[in-house]
């Protein structure tokens, strides 16, 4: 896979991509001053990896949009979208949730991030197959592409892989092998991807556990400053995967 790199994008367009994702994704943009509930179909679907997720949401200073699909819409019936983002970030979010959904819950309320002008920093990455022998079973699920890093004896030493949730959004996952760590090679592949889905008019997004320090740090260092947003799922069942 190859995309190009060619950064030069519209002021203003980048949210432009995000509010179009939003509508995808949880069927409504965040409107300031009110955090509200959207029964969406599109909840209903796989998502990037042939997961459903029921219960996905965002929230942050122009507002929340909380989507649930309508075969867990009844569990929602009376209830403020406010009084489920309270819970989820209350200390005890994991009972707060059960309590207010009336069944047990698992959840997952990582840092939300998107970059409008990813860093320019070297490009040490090349884009593969994610079938590529040489690249590890972690990344082999990604359907938006990755991006590796090889070392001169075409070792992997890191690399990304991009979750395409749709055609407006592809979110950045990064890893780097252990014997690697330490020269900034997360950092760089982050950046380059990030600015290949700008030019490719996507929106880039980035998302890590609020603890985690050393992911939060990559974001920075790339161009994904944190604007105060976090992305909400939920499963009824405690089955799904959780993130952050």
């Given at each position: 896979?190859?995309?190009?790199?060619?950064?030069?994008?519209?002021?203003g367009a980048v949210r432009d991509r995000l509010d179009a994702h939003f509508r995808l994704w949880l069927g409504d943009v965040p409107r300031p001053g009110e955090a509200r509930l959207v029964v969406h179909p599109g909840r209903?679907?796989?998502?990037?990896?042939?997961?459903?997720?029921?219960?996905q949401g965002v929230?942050?200073?122009?507002?929340?949009?909380?989507?649930?699909?309508?075969?867990?819409?009844?569990?929602?019936?009376?209830?403020?979208?406010?009084?489920?983002f309270a819970a989820?970030?209350?200390?005890?979010?994991?009972?707060?949730?059960?309590?207010?959904?009336?069944?047990?819950?698992?959840?997952?309320?990582?840092?939300?991030?998107w970059s409008e002008a990813a860093t320019?920093?070297?490009?040490?990455?090349?884009?593969?197959?994610?079938?590529?022998?040489?690249?590890?079973?972690?990344?082999?699920?990604?359907n938006g592409g990755?991006?590796?890093?090889?070392?001169?004896?075409?070792?992997?030493?890191?690399g990304v892989g991009l979750k395409r949730h749709n055609e407006m959004a592809r979110?950045?996952?990064?890893?780097?092998?252990?014997?690697?760590?330490g020269r900034g090679l997360a950092t760089k592949l982050v950046a380059q991807a990030a600015r290949a889905i700008l030019a490719a008019g996507e929106v880039p997004i980035y998302q890590h556990g609020p603890g985690n320090a050393a992911?939060?740090?990559?974001?920075?260092?790339?161009?994904f400053p944190d604007r105060g947003w976090r992305m909400l799922e939920i499963h009824p069942d405690r089955s799904g995967p959780i993130r952050g």
């Amino acid at each position: 896979m190859t995309i190009s790199t060619n950064d030069m994008v519209r002021p203003g367009a980048v949210r432009d991509r995000l509010d179009a994702h939003f509508r995808l994704w949880l069927g409504d943009v965040p409107r300031p001053g009110e955090a509200r509930l959207v029964v969406h179909p599109g909840r209903a679907e796989p998502g990037w990896d042939g997961v459903i997720r029921p219960i996905q949401g965002v929230i942050g200073p122009d507002g929340g949009v909380l989507a649930v699909s309508p075969a867990v819409a009844g569990a929602f019936a009376g209830l403020a979208a406010e009084a489920v983002f309270a819970a989820a970030e209350a200390p005890d979010g994991t009972d707060r949730l059960s309590d207010v959904l009336g069944m047990p819950v698992a959840y997952g309320m990582p840092t939300f991030r998107w970059s409008e002008a990813a860093t320019t920093l070297p490009e040490v990455g090349t884009w593969v197959e994610p079938d590529h022998p040489r690249i590890p079973a972690w990344l082999r699920p990604f359907n938006g592409g990755v991006l590796v890093a090889f070392d001169r004896a075409g070792r992997y030493m890191a690399g990304v892989g991009l979750k395409r949730h749709n055609e407006m959004a592809r979110e950045i996952a990064v890893g780097t092998d252990m014997g690697y760590r330490g020269r900034g090679l997360a950092t760089k592949l982050v950046a380059q991807a990030a600015r290949a889905i700008l030019a490719a008019g996507e929106v880039p997004i980035y998302q890590h556990g609020p603890g985690n320090a050393a992911s939060a740090r990559v974001a920075e260092a790339t161009g994904f400053p944190d604007r105060g947003w976090r992305m909400l799922e939920i499963h009824p069942d405690r089955s799904g995967p959780i993130r952050g």
